[in-house]
């Protein structure tokens, strides 16, 4: 028994993968299929790289795509969803800086993830380490980053400051407690009252957390006045409405309120004492914007430090 390895250029490799042709619910637009045809190629060897999916998770904003709701829409259809997952290259040109077995996130909303294969150029691609759990890797390039970037970016926090944040159970809420714990910047997490609300809490402070309310316990602590800890200087929001407004009220004077979801459907509040006398601001911040505007190297840096 022999094989024969064809060309690069020339290789054919069934792929499955999820698509949709029209916008509308995942349950009534995804379609599952399998294929062979000449797109899914490497067409330029010399710069193109073939590259196994091993995860692709899911994220709320890739139910946005697919429901045509979001603001990066595909440029044809059918199109592939998926905004985040770990790949492994597994054909490469001689010259490029990419190697057979790294570990690389593909980066151009083009090449959705939620595939067994793709084909990209060197610069749709961001190297990363390949000596962690590749679960977790799959999921660094969105949330983590996420918090990573809010906390890096609006505000220059120092140990022992403090940051407050909603939906402080969501995935960018998780990472912004344990990216926080390692800078020595204390969080305030706030999240829905529901059942098993101590485990909850329990879990969150297993994580990181320094403080864990609900809504209700915000609007009635004594956490601030009593200088138990300082005021924020930074408010995390993905929620909207009332619930923003109860994080830009504990802001310290000159706090930063970014917004970078709004799971309420609810507008952003904004109370006028706080905007003129403590000349609180507000911000939103959406990292697809961020990928745009910031290199790959940066990209590649921020990704390997997570």
């Avoid at 045809?37 to 795509?65: F, G, H, L, T």
């Avoid at 990066?72 to 800086?97: H, I, R, Y």
Wanted: hydrophobic share 40%; with cysteine.
């Amino acid at each position: 028994m022999f094989s024969m390895r064809l060309p690069f250029s020339l290789q054919m490799r069934r792929i499955s993968k999820i698509t949709f042709n029209e916008f509308g619910l995942p349950s009534e637009v995804l379609k599952y299929s399998k294929s062979s045809e000449q797109q899914d190629v490497v067409r330029d060897p010399s710069s193109e790289i073939r590259v196994k999916m091993k995860y692709a998770p899911v994220n709320p904003a890739d139910i946005n795509v697919i429901q045509g709701v979001y603001p990066t829409k595909p440029d044809t259809f059918p199109a592939v969803p998926g905004g985040e997952g770990l790949g492994e290259v597994v054909e490469a040109p001689s010259s490029s800086s990419f190697s057979v077995g790294d570990w690389v996130f593909p980066t151009n909303r083009k090449h959705g993830t939620w595939r067994t294969d793709l084909v990209a150029n060197e610069l749709d691609l961001i190297k990363i380490r390949n000596d962690i759990d590749p679960i977790s890797a799959a999921t660094l390039k969105i949330n983590p980053s996420t918090a990573y970037l809010m906390l890096k970016f609006f505000v220059n926090l120092q140990p022992g400051d403090t940051i407050i944040q909603n939906g402080a159970n969501s995935g960018v809420g998780r990472s912004v407690i344990q990216i926080a714990k390692c800078m020595n910047v204390k969080t305030v997490n706030i999240v829905r009252k529901r059942e098993y609300l101590l485990d909850l809490k329990d879990e969150l402070i297993d994580l990181g957390a320094d403080y864990v309310l609900t809504e209700e316990e915000l609007r009635a602590t004594q956490l601030f006045k009593s200088m138990e800890i300082t005021k924020p200087k930074l408010a995390l929001n993905c929620v909207g409405g009332s619930s923003s407004a109860e994080l830009a009220k504990t802001l310290s004077f000159k706090g930063k309120h970014v917004t970078y979801g709004g799971m309420s459907l609810k507008p952003v509040i904004a109370a006028t004492s706080g905007l003129i006398f403590k000349d609180i601001s507000f911000h939103g911040f959406w990292l697809s914007r961020w990928f745009e505007e910031h290199s790959r190297e940066e990209a590649s840096t921020m990704l390997n430090f997570l």
